[in-house]
């Protein structure tokens, strides 16, 4: 095992690994490994690999004999088709594992042919394991389950010395020679269950550390200086071959990560995670005064310590991650070029550019090229990033400070508009429902300088997802605002007024009711919008209001342009630009649940502007096509889950489309094409962008 290894995931579905301790990461084929929160990946003495991973969005076990080359589902196991919380095996003999279920632990010696119970319970929580040889020790919320004979006997030893309601959340343990040191974590018993992720709530969980000497006896609380009233501690760590240094990673009143060590064993504790001036931390562009400041991370996601190396650890949150070879004296950030870090104990500066290294797991919507050099990109939870050299570097935008950017549009007199919300993720599965968006927040905001700065030009004070300019009329600009009660398309015929341009809401369409998503304006000056998916409170009815509309007095009134499949849940809509009379247009669409109809998601085709329309790919939830403009018959497809496809002829009265193996992640949003070379670049759900 080498610690320079690392795999870390995203809960929207990539797995990265690193051989050189995150100088430099590779995305993982979704069609090898999808990442979740239960995601974990185990390591053996040999080639044997152990993963749960998302399969048709269940955790699943899976296992590979050649180093994680290739994966294939761990067969037999009890409650077979049930999801996956936890498995573990024996580093020296892999073919000794342990796997539970919400209701269930289970041991193996066979490699998964066969497995015997440990343990069942309902809301099975299993806070972590340990092999030293025959001695096998598995925490769950109940107390250890221990063998002391390779699994074939186990007994369950008590949680003695906690006080009442208190269970283990997390666990970790070392041995040398015949000495075996426990420590554990513990919260309430309601605050944990298979499945719980931080994110379910941490703050005020923490009730206590504590190590237990052996395997049996009474718990000893080491909590000690980790005062539990402003640090909120989430997971434990140790080196397997060390019994004094432990480590408890969370996060703390100020809402920032804190990572606490002690080396004697819990009788004192240090907080090694110094943020305040990034004391101790070699940042990138989120840390004290950045960017992004620590609050964005907020508390430990994810914890490891190097199995056999103590002074090696590594840190997730809710963006980054930062790892240690020193035992906590100093942290670096990893996802990075390590040659764009910042010097510890200096505060990380505004604005600057930096290189990635391949760790890109955030939400990205539109990539817009001002000129041959300079590109900006919208984003969610990070507003939007630029690059002056062709995207080599990169630096947050200035002056956008909303949550995402959905849209950006360069105007024929050079001002740069981009369409901003406070709301994320829009029109995916979990932002449909009025109760979600109408809260938000939206602008369009301005920049003169192309793209350097952006100010605000008008406040909807309601999100804004899409904006499009008149090709007949300079002076007009159309936007699609959210609220289900006043959202719709909005437009200006001042524009030029910029700060004073007024805004009037047009006439909704045929069943719609403020979830406007796509504004196309053909060049006659006719309008073509799509209307996305709308369901109720708890989304277990989606109404009809969904769907494809077509106006040709600049949307004072509108056809109902829909086809019945797409009243549910419309995506993205694209023009043919090799149809001169932009006739033929393609409409993507999800599938809805509930009370929707079946097989109504797909790619549907219309050659008469929407009058009848044909689906071309079907049974697939599609994001969106794009269609290369050097090639008018090539397309490029962005599906949610089946990755990246594409026909070399879109015109064909059913179009053969095939995966496009360069692109590995599963979730692609929208392709965009260099219109100064040959470059074609993906936005993506939770992958960044990437070109080919």
């Not at 590779?26 to 053996?44: A, C, D, K, R």
Request: hydrophobic letters at 30%.
């Amino acid at each position: 095992m080498t610690p320079n290894e690392i795999f870390t995931v995203c809960d929207l579905g990539a797995v990265f690994k690193t051989t050189n301790n995150g100088n430099l990461w590779t995305n993982i084929p979704f069609t090898q490994l999808i990442g979740w929160h239960e995601s974990q990946m185990v390591y053996s003495n040999n080639q044997t690999r152990y993963m749960i991973s998302s399969v048709n969005e269940e955790n699943t076990a899976l296992t590979s004999l050649d180093g994680g080359v290739s994966w294939k589902p761990l067969n037999n196991y009890p409650q077979a088709n049930t999801a996956v919380y936890y498995i573990n095996c024996d580093y020296n003999k892999p073919n000794r594992l342990v796997i539970s279920h919400y209701d269930g632990l289970y041991f193996s010696s066979n490699g998964g042919m066969s497995y015997t119970t440990i343990k069942s319970a309902n809301d099975l929580f299993i806070g972590g394991s340990v092999f030293f040889g025959d001695t096998i020790i598995v925490a769950t919320v109940t107390g250890l389950q221990v063998s002391q004979n390779g699994g074939t006997i186990w007994k369950e030893v008590s949680l003695t010395g906690l006080p009442s309601g208190e269970r283990i959340k997390s666990f970790a343990a070392a041995r040398i020679n015949n000495q075996i040191r426990c420590a554990i974590l513990t919260f309430n018993q309601g605050d944990i269950y298979p499945g719980y992720t931080p994110s379910d709530g941490y703050q005020g969980y923490a009730k206590g550390i504590y190590t237990l000497e052996g395997i049996s006896g009474t718990w000893k609380n080491v909590t000690n200086n980790v005062n539990l009233s402003s640090n909120d501690p989430i997971f434990i760590g140790m080196a397997e071959n060390d019994l004094n240094v432990i480590y408890a990673a969370g996060g703390s009143g100020s809402g920032e990560p804190t990572v606490f060590k002690t080396i004697n064993a819990g009788q004192t504790w240090t907080n090694t995670f110094m943020t305040p001036q990034n004391k101790n931390i070699s940042t990138g562009w989120s840390g004290a005064q950045g960017d992004r400041a620590w609050t964005y991370g907020e508390a430990a996601w994810g914890f490891s310590v190097a199995k056999w190396n103590s002074n090696i650890a590594a840190i997730t949150d809710l963006g980054y991650i930062h790892t240690t070879q020193n035992g906590g004296l100093t942290w670096e950030a990893k996802y990075v070029n390590p040659n764009s870090l910042n010097p510890i104990n200096i505060n990380t500066p505004k604005l600057k550019n930096y290189k990635g290294c391949g760790l890109e797991n955030t939400t990205s919507w539109q990539i817009l090229w001002a000129d041959s050099n300079t590109m900006h990109v919208g984003f969610s939870d990070i507003n939007g990033i630029s690059s002056k050299d062709k995207g080599e570097t990169w630096s947050i935008i200035n002056g956008l400070n909303s949550n995402s950017v959905y849209r950006l549009v360069k105007h024929t007199n050079g001002i740069i508009y981009a369409a901003t919300s406070s709301i994320h993720d829009m029109y995916q599965t979990t932002r449909i429902q009025d109760g979600t968006l109408d809260n938000g927040r939206g602008t369009i905001a301005m920049s003169v300088d192309n793209g350097t700065s952006f100010t605000l030009m008008h406040d909807f004070n309601n999100p804004v997802v899409w904006i499009a300019t008149d090709p007949t009329d300079d002076n007009r600009m159309y936007a699609s605002v959210i609220d289900g009660s006043i959202g719709g398309i909005y437009t200006t015929t001042n524009l030029k007024a910029g700060t004073s341009s007024t805004w009037t809401k047009l006439p909704n369409p045929p069943r719609t009711q403020g979830h406007p998503f796509n504004i196309v304006v053909l060049k006659n000056g006719d309008l073509v919008v799509t209307f996305s998916a709308h369901a109720n409170s708890n989304r277990s009815t989606f109404y009809n209001r969904s769907g494809v509309f077509y106006s040709k007095d600049k949307g004072q009134t509108w056809f109902d342009r829909t086809d019945v499949n797409m009243q549910y849940y419309t995506k993205d809509i694209t023009i043919d630009p090799s149809d001169p009379t932009e006739s033929t247009w393609y409409a993507t669409a999800f599938q809805g649940w509930a009370n929707t109809p079946r097989g109504t998601n797909g790619l549907y085709r219309t050659k008469d502007k929407g009058i009848i329309w044909t689906p071309i790919l079907k049974d697939m939830n599609i994001n969106s096509c794009t269609i290369n403009p050097k090639n008018t018959k090539e397309m490029y497809v962005c599906t949610e889950s089946n990755g990246l496809l594409v026909t070399l002829d879109h015109n064909a009265s059913i179009p053969i489309f095939n995966p496009v193996n360069s692109y590995v992640y599963h979730h692609p949003e929208r392709i965009f094409f260099n219109p100064y070379n040959n470059e074609i670049w993906a936005t993506s759900f939770g992958n960044g962008i990437g070109k080919e």
